[in-house]
């Protein structure tokens, strides 16, 4: 059986030499990994040069407006000029206006997207034998997390190996706090792959992390000065980097977050920025604003079978704010809180307008449900709160 390890060798071997008809004819593997079609009677040579342009041609997105800068078209665009117009890989990179690591991580991904192209043709019924391996079924478990608090966590973790490289390390100050709802092993993988692919990138010299918040996204911003490129021939380079990247990928993929890389030239030094998108979470959150702890974890135990993440918290000065970044599906309210009491809270829930449609329940051990309609809430339930009565709540003013 062909090991799809043996195949991708293979078809870069064909890649290499598209050109060289000769080379391909006599090629010792290439024709026990691509089987020509019963009865044929060409150049075995120029078939499988038109098989490998095919393959190449399917990259090219549907969309006929070719874009230089459209990450899309980087795929068909690097293989098309690489291997069939025979560009340098300098050349590319200035043409696509992209660093050299850029490059070669783009060359990486569209070489494995072809050999996915290619293997399928050839092999339509067989599964890869590395299929379970690569996809192992992964549980997210996803909570509130401060990204740049675990952000400071994994670099402590690392920080021996940036001193004895002598990098210098900055967290930059940040204004507020901007959590995300996310898995924390995954995203703590996706960090120790970053920094890893930081660390055996030895020409930097220094690195700043900086955090910030778009309408969708909160922005983990990893920024670095690059005295000396690394040559383009350090294949062993080259390998290390495919490898961090393969897992930054693999990992953010998990958690629906992406990295990108910006380079710029100022006087003569070349900075590189690599940025960790951590979307906002496309799940349903609770905001459960209540003084008593046991309240927030018993309104998490009854909802623990649902698809809603129930977020607490004790402090309502901070209730604002939190709940203006994470945009609650529904949120409950206590009266009875200290500094300020549950229906100022919600009167300033209704003044807002990013929060004002947003439906409230008070939950109150005092029997005030006419006050808390008449101040904007949905729903009024009466403390001790059953299972029962929150969930018919929240299945009223949720949507399923």
Known sequence: MVTRLFFNEVIKDVLDNLYDIASLETHPALFSVIKLPQGFTGSKGEFIRQFMLDGIEQLRPPRKELSLTAP?????????????????????SDLLMISPRQMRRDHHK????????????????EKTESDADLNPVIEVHNEMIDPLETTRGVYAMLKKQFDQKNFNVEFLPVEGFMPVITDRVILRQVLISLFNDILHNQSVDNLQISCSSSANHVLLEFSSIVSNEIKDSDPE???TIADELTAVAYWCERIHARVEELCTNENSVRKVKRTLWLPHSDQKIMLVIDDQEPVVNLFQRYLSQTDI??????????????????????????VMMPQMDGWELLQLIKLDEMLKNIPVIICSAWNDPDLSRSLGAQAYLKKPVTQKMLLDAVHTLIPA
């Not at 899309?72 to 590319?92: A, D, H």
């Not at 050999?115 to 092999?123: S, V």
């Open 72 to 92: 899309e078209w980087r795929p068909y665009i690097i293989l098309n000029k690489r291997y069939v117009e025979g560009m340098g890989s300098q050349e590319l």
């Open 110 to 125: 569209a070489l494995a997207a072809l050999y996915g192209i290619l293997w399928t043709a050839c092999y339509p019924n």
């Open 237 to 239: 380079h080259d390998e």
């Open 309 to 334: 993440l129930t977020i607490g918290i004790s402090h309502p000065e901070e209730a604002i704010p939190l709940a203006r970044h994470l945009r609650p599906a529904l949120i409950t309210l206590d």
